[in-house]
């Protein structure tokens, strides 16, 4: 017996179950799972083509992740779940797969992801401390066992500021200077990212990607990104998150909290708070492109309200470095735009 709970306030769910992945997805749970009396309903989606379901059997709640194999490749997703299971990092248990159809049922989480909790500095404190632990555990992976994250990848990344941000989001036509000054900042960025220790980077440790569990908190999710790259990358997504802002202050305690948890750096805190910041821009440049290409792309406005705090941190940033100086004269009211 299979059934779905549906609602009219669920449009998107009522169109979808029509469509030939529900009916795979159907047809895989019953006859190949071997899962009965399933009740099944939509947990969430993300920024990629993947979408997530909630099965409950018996007393049983478990996730399925429908990634279609034409769009998504499921294989680093697998590969990664395992590693980082080996370095006790709390991702959710694989309890079947079937990747030439994209369908993986995993260990459910719940709801609770760190961003509905971060409730007061009390609850951030705590969660946080957890959230280290858990990131210097991701650091132990063995360096270059993984993709590393190249200089080509980040200029890749970086010109999605350009290209979807500037150019498609702000109708900007740029001058020879302005494009010139965008090589020449990036070139910048990946040399301050390729001289920090390289270790594992999940690539998106933030609030929505870490779940309290009821034990072994956080339980991390959306991993199979990750790549060999620089040390402060994570730090900059958790502490410089794009959906929950902190005081700078708080942000450089917490970078101290780990800072004192590495075993004798080879760097100083004045040296990581550097990379972090630069780290940080480099990533918020992407973002500011990847949210656009979301809304005119792939038809996702709701990331345009997250642009104003990237904004604000690339600002920020950019203040605060000499080697900024020029890329803010010709582009801090380009950025000023979305505040």
Not at 47 to 61: C, D, E, I, P, W
Not at 91 to 106: C, M, Q, S
Not at 183 to 198: A, G, H, I, Y
Not at 322 to 337: G, N, Q
Request: glycine share 2%; net charge negative.
């Amino acid at each position: 017996m299979f059934s779905s709970k549906l609602s009219s306030s669920n449009p998107t769910f009522l169109l979808y179950i029509l469509d030939t992945r529900f009916k795979q997805l159907k047809k895989w749970l019953t006859e190949e799972v071997k899962l009965t009396y399933l009740n099944v309903e939509p947990a969430s989606s993300d920024a990629s083509f993947r979408r997530y379901f909630r099965v409950t059997t018996g007393n049983a709640s478990l996730i399925l992740m429908d990634a279609p194999p034409e769009k998504e490749n499921s294989v680093p997703f697998v590969e990664t779940a395992y590693r980082l299971a080996n370095l006790n990092v709390h991702t959710p248990e694989i309890h079947a797969k079937n990747l030439d159809l994209g369908f993986i049922l995993l260990e459910d989480f719940g709801d609770k992801d760190y961003l509905s909790q971060l409730t007061s500095l009390e609850a951030a404190d705590s969660l946080y401390r957890d959230a280290i632990d858990s990131l210097l555990l991701i650091q132990q992976g063995e360096p270059n066992t993984i993709e590393r994250y190249s200089a080509e990848k980040l200029r890749e990344e970086m010109s999605l500021f350009e290209n979807w941000y500037l150019k498609q989001h702000l109708k900007l036509e740029l001058t020879q200077q302005q494009t010139s000054l965008l090589s020449s900042t990036q070139d910048f960025l990946v040399k301050t990212c390729l001289e920090q220790p390289q270790v594992w980077v999940h690539r998106d440790f933030h609030s929505r990607n870490l779940m309290v569990t009821t034990e072994n908190t956080p339980g991390v999710i959306d991993f199979q990104d990750m790549v060999t790259g620089p040390i402060t990358y994570d730090l900059a997504s958790l502490f410089k998150d794009c959906y929950i802002e902190w005081p700078r202050h708080q942000q450089l305690r917490w970078l101290n909290q780990y800072y004192e948890k590495l075993e004798s750096p080879h760097f100083s805190f004045a040296q990581l708070e550097r990379w972090f910041d630069l780290t940080a821009f480099q990533r918020h440049l992407k973002v500011l492109g990847i949210f656009c290409r979301l809304n005119y792309r792939d038809g996702k406005p709701a990331y345009l309200n997250d642009l104003p705090l990237v904004a604000k941190y690339c600002l920020e940033t950019m203040q605060k470095y000499v080697e900024l100086s020029s890329f803010a004269e010709h582009f801090k009211e380009p950025l000023e735009k979305c505040l």
